[in-house]
């Protein structure tokens, strides 16, 4: 059960609430580690609007492709010894291995899995962090400061806001779905329809050179609890305003819809005829398709975990090496991270 945020010294403090900030905080419990989480507990996130797929295979000849190619096995792991998150396998028009996390199973299940691992819940939002002493301060909108030894920022779009220094690849992005309050009967509840490639990685691979704004549209429809998610827009400004500056508002609502439907126009199922609800949400991802895991250079004791490009398959397999380095800073995991590309060691 989360309890009100108030001041007190904790010896790690992970901010988010999300897919990334939870799964580390059950990792470093799986290493006897005491944690605690801060999460806001309000608003779209991209966890509740994601697809949840989890491709078996690699999707890119890197080191974290092939790690993230292990995702599924991990997922499995963490229902052993956790119970039921909503992971189950799928079918896909490929022959190829693919599974997916039911959102809507997994948000209902996350709370109780977090308070049975002995993960320490607050509530608050953070909106300032400075050095104090040998730790952190972090100030919160609401209710006293929060002290911690060791911080990881996983608030994905959030990020930015708390720790401007981050390197300039942390970007950030709005994106929309259409959530089905049932599933088209075409739909079985583990057949994925979803297309060969989706454009939002080359948007975002081309984030850095956009001089307008850009939107794309992908078409897919997943199941997601008695409903599905229809679709995904993408929205990518020309300049990393992530920070909260004036500069990226949120999009109007209505007019990211209409982009929404008119792109899913050519999809063949019959998910017109199902009511649906907007959803969008402000989202992290890296330019480089890498994202940001380990410690956040010039600042010791600051780490961040964000930027994920598919994060049902990088999250589960990332999140016990970054646990595996806060247990032990100067171990063999950080030597890992560092080969995988993920490191954040420059500065924006």
């Known amino acids: 059960m989360a309890?009100?945020?108030g001041e007190f010294s904790s010896e790690r403090l992970v901010i988010g609430g999300g897919?990334?900030?939870s799964l580390l905080a059950l990792a470093l419990r799986e290493r006897g580690l005491a944690v605690t989480l801060l999460d806001p507990g309000s608003g779209e996130t991209a966890t509740e609007l994601s697809y949840g797929v989890i491709p078996g295979w690699?999707?890119?000849a890197t080191g974290l492709a092939r790690l993230a190619a292990q995702a599924g096995a991990r997922w499995r792991v963490l229902e052993d010894r956790h119970g039921a998150l909503g992971w189950h396998p799928a079918h896909w028009?490929?022959?190829l291995p693919v599974s997916q996390v039911d959102g809507e199973v997994f948000g209902q299940r996350l709370p109780a899995v977090l308070a049975a691992a002995g993960v320490e819940r607050r509530r608050g939002q953070a909106q300032g962090l400075e050095r104090?002493?040998?730790g952190w301060r972090v100030d919160l909108v609401e209710g006293p400061p929060l002290q911690a030894a060791q911080v990881v920022l996983a608030a994905g779009s959030g990020c930015r806001a708390l720790w401007p220094k981050l390197p300039v690849r942390l970007r950030s992005s709005w994106a929309g779905v259409l959530q089905l309050q049932a599933r088209p009967r075409e739909l079985q509840p583990d057949q994925l329809q979803l297309p060969l490639q989706f454009q939002r990685a080359d948007l975002e691979r081309r984030a850095p050179q956009l001089q307008a704004e850009a939107w794309i549209v992908d078409p897919g429809v997943v199941?997601?609890?008695?409903g599905a998610l229809v679709g995904q827009l993408t929205l990518v400004r020309p300049a990393d305003t992530s920070s909260g500056a004036p500069a990226d508002p949120e999009p109007d609502p209505q007019r990211m819809e209409q982009r929404l439907r008119r792109g899913l126009e050519p999809l063949a199922l019959g998910w017109q005829a199902v009511p649906a609800r907007y959803r969008q949400a402000r989202v992290s991802f890296c330019s480089e398709g890498q994202p940001l895991v380990g410690p956040v250079a010039g600042a010791p004791g600051l780490w961040v975990f964000s930027g994920f490009s598919g994060g049902f398959a990088q999250v589960p397999v990332l999140a016990p090496l970054l646990a595996e380095c806060l247990a032990d800073p100067g171990g063999q995991a950080l030597d890992s991270l560092q080969r995988l590309g993920?490191?954040?060691?420059a500065a924006g």
Do not use: N
């Open 58 to 60: 690699p999707l890119a």
């Open 342 to 345: 993920l490191l954040p060691q």
């Open 3 to 5: 309890v009100p945020a």
């Open 223 to 226: 199941p997601r609890g008695r």
């Open 93 to 95: 028009r490929l022959p």
């Open 132 to 134: 104090s002493g040998a």
């Open 19 to 21: 897919l990334a900030g």
